[in-house]
């Protein structure tokens, strides 16, 4: 469970600010109170009052391994190397990352096929969830956070393909991880973490992928490079440009703490102010969006992320929700404003998470394409219909029962465009995306029962013209977050004496496609669509745990990093794995 505003004994969180679990004020005692239950089974007799409202029933005795329904990271039958680069235990470790160097081993010097990390570590105790990060070379490769422990501990590992980071990864390079972490009498997890990077040698069955040829780091010069932002706040760094440039990405990470870490609960400010100890305000909407020197040029639409300890910790024992240990970083192809980085003068990009009403984490990485028979290109901005403003329409009405309803609604349809002159002639790219998201929120009982369905969808397409291509291909990548949440907090008295409850269905449905030819039907080539449903419990009377319980499952089809068809499902009760179906597929 996330920690809290109001008193406490440990900051939580990178830029050590106060986080919020549930619901604001509360959960400065449900903070302690849940960490102190979830490591108990059994207990006394409850008291009449709070047993009634949440009466004994299964109580948690720990739970396995967290697992999950996602397609492991493919490894190529090639030679490869096996680095471990870090071995390290974060205690009290907030403002100390661990630092070191990665450098590639003589005996697997490239090229690489493919490079994998491996984030694992093990817990036990009683600890929060924490956010975690890994920088090779200043660039932000990994973004996670950890499982919540009970006494007897747990261990997990986080793989993900960094291959991308190739430019880097070819010479010894600085490395930081950091896990802000407190141990103290109430929380005594210590996180024990090992990093490892497995280098895939590349022969005649498994050549090198093609990669950037320069990444360039936005992250910040302080250690760890991450940009923790208050509501208003942006993160800007100068970069200077490759003259001959041809091709920009940039790759963001952002997530939300605090009030906002579960932003899609958030209600508006008025309504918050009814009940600020279970509702917090700003409402629901929120924009992770990019500057190029002040301009509008790219956004993305944030996943609705749950930590390990949000709503209801006992939701995700063992089946983790969607993104909660390999965080996703949002793509943005910033080529049409390739032409006017080309001067050789230092330009700003800047990333702004529109609509915070608490603390964001974000960072940036470019992934620059460059011309490799021309040291200069050059080029223009043409088009550009983005504003930094989107049109958010709030609703607020009567419901039943006491019930306010709450609907937010928004969209967006821009472009860019703009071309460059390169040694293959000019080549003009053009950048659209169409979103669209709506919010429903059903908030009664003073803010202590909220019904949530947030639907979010859009659609992002790049159409390349000139230069050689031809009838001009395009791709799209089209996305959807769905996510309904039912959380309540029936009995509430103090740290030692409530119950809380919930229910989430989360899924996470992304399609990428291309048309080569520039008509015709769109050919899909990697398919995500990844659903975790989750109930749980956790009740406490006079200190004593009488409800801690949960049940979830997992269902995964899509592609592998391969381009096969991958479909599993995973069930769980009590803690643990019930059912695990693998089952062959096409797509």
Not at 443 to 456: I, L, Y
């Amino acid at each position: 469970m996330r920690a809290p505003t109001g008193p406490r004994t440990a900051p939580d969180g990178p830029g050590q600010t106060p986080r919020r679990p549930l619901r604001r004020a509360v959960r400065a005692l449900l903070a302690v109170a849940a960490a102190l239950a979830l490591a108990i089974a059994g207990g006394a007799v409850a008291t009449a009052s709070a047993a009634a409202a949440a009466p004994a029933s299964y109580v948690e005795n720990g739970y396995q391994d967290p697992v999950t329904a996602l397609p492991p990271v493919s490894r190529p039958d090639t030679r490869h190397c096996a680095v471990t680069v870090m071995r390290h235990d974060f205690a009290n470790s907030y403002g100390q990352p661990y630092t070191g160097t990665v450098t590639p081993p003589a005996d697997c010097p490239g090229p690489w096929a493919k490079v994998v990390l491996t984030w694992s570590g093990s817990v036990a105790g009683r600890q929060y969830d924490r956010l975690a990060g890994v920088w090779i070379g200043g660039a932000e490769v990994l973004r996670t956070s950890t499982p919540e422990p009970d006494d007897d501990g747990i261990t997990w590992h986080v793989d993900k393909d960094v291959t991308a980071f190739t430019p880097l990864l070819r010479g010894t390079q600085p490395l930081v991880a950091d896990l802000g972490n407190i141990v103290n009498t109430t929380y005594t997890g210590v996180y024990h973490m090992t990093l490892t990077l497995t280098y895939y040698t590349a022969d005649r069955h498994h050549p090198a992928p093609r990669v950037a040829d320069q990444v360039l780091p936005l992250s910040s010069d302080a250690s760890p490079g991450w940009y923790s932002l208050s509501p208003g706040g942006s993160a800007s760094k100068s970069v200077v440009f490759p003259r001959n440039l041809t091709g920009a990405r940039l790759e963001v990470y952002a997530r939300g703490g605090g009030c906002d870490e579960q932003w899609f609960d958030a209600v508006p400010s008025d309504l918050a102010a009814t009940s600020p100890d279970f509702l917090c305000g700003g409402g629901p909407y929120r924009e992770v969006q990019v500057a190029v020197d002040g301009q509008p040029a790219g956004l993305a639409q944030p996943y609705p992320v749950v930590y390990s300890g949000g709503i209801v910790p006992t939701l995700w024992r063992p089946i983790p929700a969607v993104d909660q240990f390999l965080t996703l970083p949002y793509d943005i192809d910033l080529t049409p404003f390739a032409g006017a980085l080309v001067d050789g003068r230092p330009h700003t990009v800047t990333i702004t998470p529109y609509g915070a009403a608490d603390e964001w984490i974000v960072d940036g990485t470019l992934f620059l394409d460059t011309d490799h028979h021309a040291a200069t290109t050059s080029g223009a901005l043409t088009s550009d219909t983005l504003t930094a403003t989107p049109q958010v329409s709030t609703t607020e009405r009567p419901g039943a029962d006491g019930a306010t309803d709450v609907h937010v609604a928004a969209a967006r349809d821009w472009h860019t465009e703009g071309y460059l002159d390169t040694s293959r002639g000019r080549i003009t790219t053009r950048v659209e995306q169409h979103t669209a998201y709506t919010n429903d929120d059903a908030v009664s009982d003073g803010g202590r029962n909220q019904t949530v369905a947030q639907r979010d969808s859009g659609a992002t397409t790049v159409t390349t013209s000139g230069g050689g291509h031809g009838p001009s291909p395009a791709v799209r990548h089209a996305w959807s977050y769905p996510i309904d949440v039912d959380m309540s907090i029936p009995v509430f008295t103090d740290g030692n004496n409530y119950d809380l409850r919930g229910t989430v269905r989360q899924q996470r449905i992304l399609t990428d496609s291309a048309r080569p030819g520039g008509y015709g039907p769109w050919l899909p080539y990697a398919l995500t669509d990844d659903t975790v449903s989750a109930h749980g419990v956790l009740a406490r009377d006079n200190g004593t745990v009488v409800s801690s319980d949960g049940t979830g499952s997992e269902h995964y089809h899509g592609t592998t990093d391969t381009g096969r068809c991958y479909d599993r499902s995973l069930t769980a009760d009590h803690g643990w794995l019930t059912g695990d179906s693998l089952r062959p597929c096409r797509w």
